[in-house]
């Protein structure tokens, strides 16, 4: 049975973990931007990859602290996270805060990139819409025997 130093520890060292992966995310959401501003699809399938490998990374150690904090007996939210750092002492509890904040804000971070690139593509599939769309008007026959002759 791994006692709860152990698991703190663990749940610690998996934070620093994070930490390191959400930095190396955070440069992967900005470099495809860069792709999606030039259109490189073929890198950007690749480089996509690399993102969902990490995220899948990311969403196993989410969900191993989720076990870790109910083995501690604290619920898997931030009012647990808060239960906790409380119940550590000063020095650990200014230690543990301070990476759990940083990953927090990596997250935002990762977040807002995120958010551009969804609408750097957005914006690109509605200009491809409409360039494909104004395409299909022009090219599709029209019509003239249901127009109004006195127009």
Not at 7 to 32: F, T
Not at 37 to 50: F, K, P, T, V, Y
Not at 65 to 89: C, K, N, P, S, Y
Request: glycine share 4%.
């Amino acid at each position: 049975m791994t006692s709860k130093r152990e698991r703190l520890q663990l749940l610690v060292r998996e934070i620093r973990l994070d930490i390191e992966d959400y930095q190396q995310l955070r440069a992967l959401l900005r470099y495809q931007r860069s792709l999606l501003e030039r259109r490189d699809q073929q890198a950007l399938s690749q480089h996509n990859e690399r993102v969902e490998t990490l995220c899948a990374k990311l969403r196993q150690r989410a969900e191993r602290r989720t076990e870790i904090l109910t083995q501690l007996g604290v619920r898997a939210d931030a009012t647990g996270m808060q239960r906790l750092f409380h119940a550590l002492g000063p020095q650990s509890r200014h230690t543990v805060t301070s990476l759990w904040n940083h990953l927090q804000q990596l997250v935002r971070d990762c977040q807002a990139e995120n958010e551009v690139n969804g609408k750097l593509l957005a914006g690109q599939k509605s200009l491809l819409d409409r360039v494909l769309g104004g395409a299909q008007d022009q090219s599709e026959p029209k019509d003239y025997s249901t127009l109004n002759a006195n127009a």
